[in-house]
Structure formats: structure tokens, C-alpha cells
Nanobody
Framework: VQLQASGGGLVQAGGSLRLSCAASGNIFTINDMGWYRQAPGKQRDLVAAITRGGRTNYADSAKGRFTISRDNARNTVYLQMNNLKPEDTAVYYC??????????WGQGTQVTVSS
């Protein structure tokens, strides 16, 4: 499975961004998909995840501001981020949990929120 993330950028605090991640390859082996983020000097943490059936899970920091969604027909997962804060600045990675090969990672997209 290959994952191509897009949609990062520079935004002012309070602004919004929408990240997209398109999957290709052996897509029928994908179960859960999700977004993680990693700030400089910190570990990579889960932001939000979604099952194939649409059940979602969010980090506390994302609840009420971020929305994860998934279009199975397009093999794409989205992360709508609203009311962004400077502490949301990080490289965001999409991930797919596959039946055969475990977790696959996308290349990461930079999100920078200025105060």
C-alpha cells in the first residue's frame, strides 16, 4: 500500500486546513486509516483514526476541532482541521493498517500555525 498525503501549509492561528491522503496499491487489505503528527523533538502521536466502517477515534487535543473522514470509493482519508493553534504545528503523517503488511506510512506533510 502506498499513501500520498497533501494539503499541509502555513496558516494563522484560528484558521483551517484540510489534509488528504490517497491510498493506492493493495487497497483491499486496508482496515483502519489515521493521521499522526510529529513535532520537532517529540514522538509521533495519533491525531485521529477511522475504521473502514466509519467509526472514529480522536486524541483529546483534536476533539471538537478536527474531523476525520474517509471515502472508501476514492481510497482517500481526510482530516479537516479547524481553529488551528500554534501547538498543532507538526509534520502530519497518514497511516493505513493493512491485513498483510501491518502499518503503512505516507510521506508526511508540514502544517505550520503562526500565532
Amino acid at each position: 500500500v502506498q499513501l500520498q498525503a497533501s494539503g499541509g501549509g502555513l496558516v494563522q492561528a484560528g484558521g483551517s486546513l484540510r489534509l488528504s491522503c490517497a491510498a493506492s496499491g493493495n487497497i483491499f487489505t486496508i482496515n483502519d486509516m489515521g493521521w499522526y503528527r510529529q513535532a520537532p523533538g517529540k514522538q509521533r502521536d495519533l491525531v485521529a483514526a477511522i475504521t473502514r466502517g466509519g467509526r472514529t477515534n480522536y486524541a483529546d487535543s483534536a476533539k471538537g476541532r478536527f474531523t476525520i473522514s474517509r471515502d472508501n470509493a476514492r481510497n482517500t482519508v481526510y482530516l479537516q482541521m479547524n481553529n488551528l493553534k500554534p501547538e498543532d504545528t507538526a509534520v502530519y503523517y497518514c497511516a493505513a493498517e493493512t491485513i498483510v503488511a501491518g502499518r503503512s506510512w505516507g510521506q508526511g506533510t508540514q502544517v505550520t500555525v503562526s500565532s
